[in-house]
């Protein structure tokens, strides 16, 4: 019964995490059982243990698939769907995305702003300015540990 709770409990974490990441709660959900998975999957398998229709577990793992999170195999007309644990390099992925579609092009932005702007509005928009650009010193920091790291990792 407590392996039940835990795994329910796994399930609600991976969906929040794919969530924030920008997957669906079905996505989440989808990868969370085939990571619990002893086996290998069919979307009709994954439809019973969700109560998710066939068509919305097929969307999902066709992202899921081109993501490469999930595996794909077919033995006839039937594919098997396995989980590939990839937490870790979406993760590190985070950091750059980050400062390259979000950070850098609020700076642009807001410079562009304050240079229209004048007395309080101007004053707010520098003090954002000023904090957007010490968050891209971070980022800039962890993707520069990320990458040191990941040379130590792969011997290069």
Request: hydrophobic share 40%.
């Amino acid at each position: 019964m407590k392996a039940k709770g835990e795994h329910r409990k796994f399930i609600e974490i991976v969906e929040r995490i794919m969530i924030r990441w920008g997957y669906t709660a079905t996505d989440g959900k989808v990868y969370a059982l085939l990571l619990l998975s002893e086996k290998p999957m069919t979307i009709t398998e994954l439809a019973k243990a969700t109560g998710l229709s066939r068509s919305s577990i097929s969307v999902s793992l066709n992202r899921l698939v081109r993501e490469y999170f999930v595996t794909c195999r077919r033995e006839g007309k039937t594919k098997y769907f396995t989980a590939v644990p990839a937490f870790l390099e979406k993760f590190l992925r985070q950091p750059k995305d980050i400062l390259e579609r979000e950070v850098r092009p609020l700076e642009e932005i807001v410079e562009t702003l304050i240079q229209k702007s004048e007395g309080e509005m101007k004053s707010r928009l520098e003090a954002i300015l000023d904090d957007l650009r010490k968050l891209e010193c971070v980022l800039e920091l962890i993707i520069r540990v990320e990458e040191e790291e990941s040379e130590c990792l792969t011997g290069s």
